[in-house]
């Protein structure tokens, strides 16, 4: 990986005007570095500045968990997606390890977190990696 890559689209119906969906979609691939923690954060902040704050500010926290577990927990790099219109956020990180048990040392509570947040959440396992995917659902966002 020669540092990071980001891809973003844009796509709107063909016309402005009530009803027209606008869709968001970004991706970015990361070291397994601290610093991709804010960097990933940023991404999901500018495809979600439409949104609530409320929904903009869930979707950056899950981001965060998720991309902090695969930092510690996989040490590969990663790439973040997202996807946002305005009733829905998916967010997916893909890493290059399989689950990893538990730590008993790890204070962590992020995926009951990603949990209490996300609408759905999930570990998908592939044979190159993980991806692990939640989708927030903006008018449903706990007051946190």
Known sequence: MNGPRQETTRATGAQLGEGTTVFNVASLELPPTAESVPAARQLVGTV??????????????????????SVVHAGTP??????????SVELVV???????????????HGLLLVGLLAAEWATVMEADGKRVWARLEVDDVPAF
Request: hydrophobic share 40%.
């Open 48 to 69: 979600t500045g439409h949104l609530p704050r409320r929904a903009r500010e869930a979707a950056e926290l899950i981001t965060s968990e998720l991309v902090t577990n």
């Open 78 to 87: 990663f790439t973040v997606f997202a996807a946002v219109d305005e009733d």
């Open 94 to 108: 893909a890493d290059g390890t399989g689950w990893t048990a538990d730590d008993p040392d790890s204070a962590g």
